[in-house]
Structure formats: structure tokens, C-alpha cells
């Protein structure tokens, strides 16, 4: 009988990042308890991963649970949730200590996500089964998964659970090898693909503790936590049925949930026809993988569950709610096949040693890198291609496992250079354990570029220092990524966005598959030949939004991270941040010290579309003090409903400076 394993990775965004953190504070400390590295401050910071979306702006696309505490939720507008999470620290919302690290929020790197979840499909591959899957995707995202990425695995364990002693074994051994990546999992065997994936998104998950007592399964009881359940400004859907019989109930939801508390997480083992039809029943029906449409349908139907669903009529259901989901409910009770496609690691980028003598000796470690570096390199330039991200994974002696990442600025096939980074790294590591096995893995490659030769060479000198300027800068950003970390070596991207603080955004430059160096096709932004040309003198044209050659000066050389505001005055008034007049103020002072204004130029009117949320509305202006200070400064613009309700409602504001 066929037998198949779905291991979910619940917030698998979050997982990662927090998991690479405390991989990162293992390997800094001489402490070899995990509790060091679970405690770790930047770990248990409030974290928010955004992205942009077409039609809505930037949105909030996964957050970890202290952010959820703090009412951030998935599919927030990243305004929203940025306010909420910075200032927790002057409300009364419950927050995490103050001594720890300040709230991250950081765009959402969907490649990351999943290069490291092929990584670990391949290591189940090596250390359980070799039929491992990565789950299927929709045309759109299923009920109560807002993210459209992969999160789970697929695997089918028939005929290979005997080798860890049985199928508890087998969990086991999965739990353990994800522990040492810092990653927690639910996991659901059952005798269908459908089955197991349904279980373990959706079934109330037993502790392998209480699943060696023999409890390999109870009837579903308690509600799933809010921190499984994805949170969403549209609201959760969550099981809350209980049935008699189901006296243990293993979910023990606290006021305080940990996202890494071990009692959400475990596996459910489904043996014979009987306990699994009593499982599935008991599912909602989002566990059948259905468009959010589709469950909204049945939910004004009245149809929650899996047991209303199955007790009707199934040429009733095709056609009013379509063949798709009769084809769920087959697939779901094992009557139709689902087709299992393996994953297929690219062996070409690959290169594998198993040590003859485990050993720590960095010398040895260091020489073996170098050879693998060379042979992985040799099979990259046959196919004209380069690395872009390596990963070397050191498999010890015990249950832990070291991950050596690496990002690089330009595809390279320079074996010295890329041995040079990973032996960087490698003495940063402390290893407890002696290394059996070494693996060099490309999670990301780019094709090679090449430039032609010139027929006539001048000059020898200039010519090979020309040719050699593009290694230097990409290997001053390697060098530069490996020792500050790749998110604090970055370029600046344009973005469509009218507002200077919106108007770009950093990038890490290494690693990165939409880095400037692997863009095919470059924009070309050509500047109106009618642009104003004029003197400072000439006065202001309102007609152009950007610098030009003839007008370096419209832009500030400095921008402030955030708009800081000013306290202005006439001569005739005393100074204040809130004034009654919109008129351009005579005196700022700033800092403590009084700037008188001797020149100004504007307005310039920038305002944000309405489909970004709330409107902001600005009128920048360019002064001259007398301390010989530029400074570029603007006053929010106010309704006529706004100055009704307070009349001192204008702000001045510095964000930016010209010198």
C-alpha cells in the first residue's frame, strides 16, 4: 500500500529568516544549547515582510507572531502595520522586551524562500526517501493560505519507513533533521496525497512525544492556533469542533502563543481506511485545497466541513461548483491518483565529498573546499554559466548540520575566488563536531558574460585595466557581503512612486537574481530637451519633476531616512511646529540653532495617488539661510474640514539637504 508523508513548514518566510538567525548566533557563541540561540534578541523582534502589489501597494505578506500580537496581519497595507509595530513602544499594546532588537521590516525575498526549501527537499532526499515533491500550486492562492509560494513537502515513504523501525521512526528522524536547521514542521502520513497534505495543514497535531506512547491519533479537539491559522485582515478560519473521547487535548492554547513552541507541531500518523475516513471528516472544507470563492460559496450554504460536504450528491456539486472540486474529494479519499513529481536537484551544480577520516582540522576542511570549488566550477563553464549563490553545507558527526551561504555581486567561475569566500566564512564557524561530508550547492547561477577582444590593442595597459575594472567591483562586493552581511551591501532601484521617500529602494547587490548585473535589457531615461535651464534667479517651472542638466540643484545630494520637523516663526510670531499660516516661515530653528530664510524657490506640489491609501499631499520648497545652509523642506497640505477642526494644523518639515 502506498504511504505518503506531507511535511508543512508553517510561515515559512518567517521560519527561514529566524531559523538563518539562529544558525548565524550557533555559530558566533561558544554555547552549545539551542536555548542560547532561541533567546537570541533579534530573533524574538517584531519581523514584517512586505511586497508590492499591482493593484493595492505594498502589502504586509507574512509577519511573526510577536508582530501578530501587535494587530499586524497578512495582506495589511505596510503603512498600517509599520505604525502599529513602531509604536508599540509608546502604547500600552502588550510588546517585546525593550532591551531587544528593534522591529525588522524588510521586503519579502520569495527566491530565498524557495532556494532554501529545495535544500531541504534534497537533504530528505539524502536522509529518508528519494521521493521527495514539492507541493502544486494554483492559479491562485488556496482559502487560508494567502501566500501563493510553496511551503510543503511531498514525500512517499512506501517501503522505506522499515529502515528507521517504523513510521514513528521515520517522523523522528525528519523532526531531528530539521531541528538542525532551526525548523519546526507538522507532518501527516496517510495513504493519499490529499490526505496527508489536508491533515497536516488542518488536524489538531500530536507532540511525537505522546506519539510513542502509542497516542498515534485523537479525534480533532481544541481550536488550531491564531499563529497556523495565517491571520489576515480578512479574518481566520479555524477548527473548533469537539468530540467526546478527546479528554488529551495537545493544543493548549495560552494567551501567550511561542511560534516555536514544539506543542504546535508534531505529526499524525492515519492507519486503515476507518481512522482515516474519521479524520478526514472532521476537516474543514479549505483543507481540499479550494479557491476562496469556491469555500466562500459553500460556507453561505451552510457546507463547513469535509462530512457535509461528502454527504451530498456529487453530480450536484460538478455542476453548480464545478469539476474541480469532485476531483478534490477523489483525491482526498484515494480513488484517483494524485501524480507525485519528484523533485530533480541539478546534479550539474552540485559537488559532494564524503571525508575518509572525519576531522575539525580547518587545514584539511580548507584544501577539500578548494577541490570541490574547482570541480564545481569545471562543470559550470562547460554550460557558460556562473554562480551566483553557493551554499556549503558541512554534514557532523552528531545531529547538527553547518550552512555556509554566499552571495555573490557578478556570475563567476573563479574557483580561488569562490573558495576564498567560503573558507572566510568557515573560520567565523566554531564546529563542536567532527565533519563527515562536504557539499557545495549553486541555489543560484547566471549566465557568464563576455566581451569581444579588440582586434587593434593599443594600449596593453589601459585595455587589460578596462578589462579588469568589472572583477575588481564584483569581488570588492563579495569580499565586502561576506564580512558585513549581504543585506547591508546594496544599490538603489527606482520605483514609481511620486513620493521621495518611496521614490527607490535598496536591494542586496549580491545574490540577487534582479541585481543590475543580470538585467538583459537596460531602460533608457531620456530627459526633456525643453527643460528649464534657467538660473536660480529664473524663478520656478512647475512642469518639471525631475533634475536636469541645467538644474543639478532640484534634488537634494542628502535625503532624510525620515522627515524631521522644524519649528518656525514670522518676526512678528513666536516659534512653533503648528502654525495657522501656510505662508513660507522667515525664521527655522533647528537643533537649537536660528536660521533666518534669504531665499526660497517653490512651490513644488508632490502628492500620492489615491489607490496607495490615505492621501499625502506636499508643497517643497528650497531655502537659503544665512548660515549658508540649503535645506529642502515642505508643509503638509491640510482640507478645509481639517482647518475647521484646529486651525494651527501646518507642519514644516527638513527632508533633505543640498551641501
Not at 508632490?606 to 548660515?627: A, H, L, M, P
Amino acid at each position: 500500500m502506498k504511504r505518503l508523508l506531507c511535511i508543512w513548514l508553517p510561515n515559512w518566510p518567517i521560519q527561514r529568516l529566524q531559523g538563518e538567525w539562529r544558525q548565524a548566533a550557533g555559530r558566533d557563541s561558544d554555547h552549545t544549547d539551542s536555548d542560547h540561540t532561541d533567546s537570541d534578541p533579534q530573533v524574538e523582534a517584531p519581523i514584517v515582510l512586505w511586497d508590492e502589489n499591482s493593484r493595492r501597494g505594498r502589502l504586509v505578506v507574512a509577519c511573526c507572531h510577536a508582530a501578530s500580537k501587535l494587530g499586524v496581519r497578512v495582506s495589511m497595507k505596510l503603512a498600517e502595520a509599520a505604525d502599529l509595530v513602531r509604536s508599540s513602544t509608546t502604547s500600552g499594546l502588550p510588546q517585546p522586551d525593550p532591551t531587544r532588537s528593534q522591529p525588522l521590516i524588510q521586503r519579502h525575498d520569495k527566491n530565498l524562500d524557495q532556494s532554501s526549501l529545495e535544500q531541504i527537499a534534497v537533504s530528505v532526499q539524502r536522509q529518508i526517501t528519494p521521493k521527495v515533491a514539492l507541493e502544486e500550486l494554483g492559479v491562485k492562492p488556496w482559502a487560508g493560505h494567502p501566500r501563493h509560494q510553496c511551503e510543503s513537502l511531498l514525500c512517499d515513504i512506501s517501503g522505506v519507513s522499515h529502515l528507521f523501525g517504523d513510521e514513528l521512526g521515520l517522523l523522528v528522524a525528519v523532526e531531528a533533521m530539521l531541528s538542525a536547521r532551526h525548523v519546526r514542521a507538522r507532518m501527516a502520513i496517510a495513504d493519499s496525497l490529499a490526505a496527508a497534505w489536508a491533515l497536516a495543514h488542518e488536524a489538531t497535531m500530536r507532540p511525537l512525544s505522546l506519539l510513542r506512547e502509542g497516542l498515534s491519533w485523537q479525534p480533532m479537539g481544541g481550536k488550531k492556533p491564531e499563529f497556523l491559522s495565517e491571520p489576515s485582515v480578512f479574518g481566520t478560519q479555524s477548527v473548533s469542533e469537539k468530540e467526546e473521547g478527546s479528554e488529551q487535548n495537545c493544543t493548549g492554547v495560552k494567551d501567550q502563543i511561542s511560534p516555536f513552541e514544539h506543542v504546535f507541531y508534531g505529526g499524525l500518523i492515519i492507519r486503515g481506511n476507518q481512522g482515516a475516513a474519521r479524520a478526514i471528516e472532521e476537516l474543514p472544507v479549505q483543507a481540499l485545497r479550494l479557491a476562496p470563492d469556491t469555500v466562500s460559496t459553500l460556507a453561505r450554504l451552510g457546507v463547513v466541513s469535509v462530512r457535509q460536504l461528502l454527504s451530498l450528491p456529487r453530480s450536484g456539486l460538478a455542476t453548480r461548483l464545478g469539476p474541480g472540486l469532485v476531483q478534490r474529494l477523489e483525491q482526498l479519499q484515494a480513488e484517483v491518483d494524485e501524480p507525485l513529481r519528484v523533485h530533480q536537484a541539478e546534479a550539474e551544480y552540485a559537488v559532494t565529498l564524503a571525508l575518509e577520516y572525519p576531522t575539525t582540522d580547518i587545514e584539511i576542511l580548507t584544501d577539500r573546499i578548494k577541490r570541490l570549488a574547482s570541480q564545481l566550477t569545471s562543470r559550470l563553464m562547460v554550460q557558460q554559466r556562473g554562480v551566483l549563490r553557493l551554499c556549503c553545507c558541512m554534514e557532523l558527526s552528531g545531529p547538527k548540520k553547518v550552512s555556509l551561504d554566499v552571495g555573490l555581486f557578478a556570475p563567476t567561475v573563479d574557483a580561488e575566488h569562490l573558495s576564498g569566500l567560503v573558507i572566510n566564512q568557515l573560520e567565523t564557524v566554531q564546529i563542536q563536531e567532527k565533519v563527515e561530508r562536504l557539499d557545495l550547492l549553486v541555489t543560484l547561477s547566471g549566465s557568464l558574460r563576455s566581451s569581444q577582444a579588440s582586434l587593434f590593442q593599443l594600449d596593453e595597459n589601459s585595455a587589460s585595466a578596462a578589462g579588469m575594472t568589472g572583477v575588481a567591483i564584483s569581488r570588492l562586493v563579495d569580499v565586502l557581503t561576506g564580512r558585513v552581511g549581504r543585506d547591508r551591501v546594496g544599490y538603489l532601484e527606482l520605483q514609481n512612486d511620486p513620493l521621495p521617500e518611496r521614490a527607490f529602494e535598496i536591494l542586496p547587490l549580491a545574490g540577487n537574481a534582479s541585481s543590475p548585473v543580470l538585467q538583459q535589457t537596460k531602460r533608457t531615461r531620456k530627459l526633456s530637451a525643453n527643460g528649464w535651464t534657467g538660473s536660480a534667479e529664473s524663478g520656478f517651472n512647475g512642469s518639471i519633476v525631475k533634475p536636469t542638466a541645467g538644474d543639478a540643484l532640484r534634488r537634494p545630494l542628502s535625503l532624510l531616512a525620515e522627515p524631521l520637523p522644524l519649528r518656525v516663526a514670522w518676526h512678528e510670531t513666536d516659534f512653533s511646529i503648528r502654525v495657522p499660516s501656510s505662508r513660507l516661515p522667515q525664521r527655522i530653528r533647528f537643533n537649537g540653532e536660528d536660521h533666518h530664510v534669504l531665499n526660497h524657490w517653490g512651490p513644488e506640489r508632490i502628492e500620492s495617488g489615491w489607490w496607495r491609501g490615505k492621501s499625502v499631499r506636499r508643497d517643497y520648497y528650497r531655502v537659503e539661510t544665512d548660515q549658508g545652509e540649503w535645506w529642502w523642506i515642505f508643509r503638509n497640505l491640510v482640507t478645509r474640514a481639517e482647518l475647521q477642526r484646529n486651525r494651527s494644523s501646518y507642519r514644516w518639515m527638513l527632508h533633505g539637504r543640498f551641501s
